[in-house]
């Protein structure tokens, strides 16, 4: 066998089966297959200055629209393959959201970095967000992706906390009077969830 073909061809449904099949789940292969989404809001009390960010990690205290989930795990049958991320942000006047926009398109923002953990493990390790933007995009074609692509499909098996943590340097984001802001993160990818009558 050639070496060369062994981290090829593995779809994004098949390395979500042999991940679970490896942690003793071999019954999510049988679940519906599905588009997923999930995402996190973090309120950011001084905009522009150096930080850290935990993305995930107190989604259950928030509702809709600043988190879609209500734990940072994923549930029974659930799973996720990390096809692409994207980092953006919001802000928020009087409740209601007045602005939505790529966080890379704000001066500096580019050289954040970030590491996504599942329980303790690191499968992202201090990557930038340089090919998020639109000049370095690596999958993108259309001159204004400002989406993050890993390359590997990362998987993200159901009831193990993970975190995303995003390391922001100091930039030029500022705050209007009256203003909130939020930086976001969306983990997009194929998914698994429960189908009862395969399971049960």
């Known amino acids: 066998m050639k070496a060369s073909g062994i981290f ?12 679970n099949n490896q942690l003793g789940n071999p019954a999510l292969k049988l679940n519906q297959g599905s588009s997923s989404e999930i995402w996190d809001y973090v309120k950011i009390s001084t905009p522009g200055a150096n930080q850290v960010l935990q993305f ?6 928030k509702n809709k629209p600043f ?3 209500p734990q940072n795990q994923l549930s029974v049958g659930e799973a996720l393959s990390v096809s692409y991320i994207a980092w953006t942000k919001i802000t928020v006047k009087a409740g209601e959201i007045t602005s ?9 923002l580019q050289l954040a970095t970030f590491n996504l953990l599942l329980d303790n493990s690191r499968i992202i390790k201090n990557n930038s967000l340089v090919r998020s933007n639109t000049n370095f995009s690596t999958v993108g074609s259309t ?5 993050w692509y890993p390359d590997t499909n990362l998987v993200v098996p159901p009831q193990i906390p993970f975190v995303a943590e995003l390391d922001v340097p100091a930039n ?3 705050v209007t009077t009256d203003e909130d802001t939020y930086y976001g993160c969306h983990i997009f990818g194929t998914g698994a969830i429960l189908n009862l009558k395969s399971n049960v």
């Open 172 to 174: 030029s984001d500022t």
């Open 143 to 147: 001159g204004t992706n400002y989406l």
């Open 67 to 69: 988190a879609n989930i």
């Open 8 to 19: 090829r061809n593995v779809t994004p449904s098949a390395k979500l089966a042999l991940v």
């Open 56 to 61: 995930f990690a107190n989604v259950n205290t």
């Open 100 to 108: 939505f926009s790529p966080l890379c398109a704000i001066a500096g």
